[in-house]
């Protein structure tokens, strides 16, 4: 099934979208309520799932850490669309930076629990209403690093390589369905993700006590705390995104992924025509 409008006498399409407090999420619960959407906007807090209902939408809480909260809020969901959902736009994300010999295994866990495992929950939970309509789909927000590891990185890298291997199987296995999985894969946006970045940084890497705590000092702190206000190089809204998901969902024939911004075109392409030391040479400057 394409996801063209609906004709006269079909319910809005309906979309789940995770992550809506803010950034990529909300631009998106936005925009694709504009075009006609039923969205249910989910959140992490409930405080921000109320201001979300006082702009008029329909916004159960959902934390990815939380299984009770995913499948109370996809009940939820499902009672007020007559069992049936068109899409899921997974979202919510965030990253721990760190050197890898620095990061407490714990804290590999908590993002891993958050960017990958209670991802693979929800979208289980949503295949079977999917498979039993005959059609759907699955959007993944993904990102650059997903492809192109960078230093200082690690947790994030290795929760979204992981994502990007899982989703790549889930779509060749679900060839033979009507349901459609699709990899959104942004760089820099201009979003609240630097701001809690430094938060997790604070709260799991012990810097000063790190054979790398000078690099910590004259490096990668300053470099956090400044790009937490934003102004990276090929920065973009979270419009950006936001087009391209609209693509996602709306395309009669979807693409498999969506680069957006100049640097995960330019990390893709490297990533295509360097050799393994040059790439790591260039992005150990990073």
């Known amino acids: 099934m394409s996801a063209a409008p609906g004709g006269a006498g079909r319910a809005p399409r309906s979309v789940l979208i995770t992550g809506c407090s803010s950034g990529i999420g909300l631009d998106g619960a936005w925009a694709l309520r ?46 007020q669309t007559g069992g049936r959902l068109d899409a899921l736009f997974n979202n919510g994300a965030f990253a721990t930076p760190g050197a890898v010999e620095d990061l407490p295994t714990d804290a590999l866990r908590d993002i891993f629990e958050a960017n990958l495992f209670g991802w693979h929950e929800l979208t289980r939970a949503v295949l079977p209403v999917m498979r039993a309509q005959g059609y759907g789909r699955v959007v993944q927000c993904s990102s650059v690093l997903g492809f192109a590891p960078m230093p200082w990185r690690g947790a994030y890298v290795a929760s979204k390589y992981a994502l990007e291997g899982l989703t790549h199987v889930l779509r060749m296995e679900m060839r033979d369905t009507g349901i459609k999985v699709i990899l959104i894969e942004p760089g820099p946006i201009t979003t609240n993700f630097r701001k809690n970045a430094a938060l997790n940084f604070e709260r799991w890497i012990d810097w000063q006590a790190s054979p790398r705590a000078e690099q910590y000092r004259s490096r990668l702190r300053p470099r956090l705390y ?56 260039i992005l150990a400057r990073l």
């Open 34 to 79: 504009a075009r006609g959407w039923q969205v249910f906007a989910t959140c992490r807090k409930e405080d921000d799932c109320d201001r979300l209902r006082g702009e008029g939408f329909i916004s159960p809480r959902l934390d990815y850490a939380d299984p009770a909260s995913i499948r109370a809020a996809l009940n939820q969901v499902l009672a």
């Open 226 to 281: 400044a790009s937490a206000k934003g102004g990276d190089p090929g920065e973009l809204p979270p419009s950006a995104v936001t087009r391209r998901l609209i693509h996602a969902l709306e395309s009669p024939r979807p693409r498999p992924r969506y680069f957006v911004t100049a640097p995960t075109w330019a990390m893709a392409i490297a990533g295509r025509l360097l050799p393994t030391r040059v790439q790591d040479a």
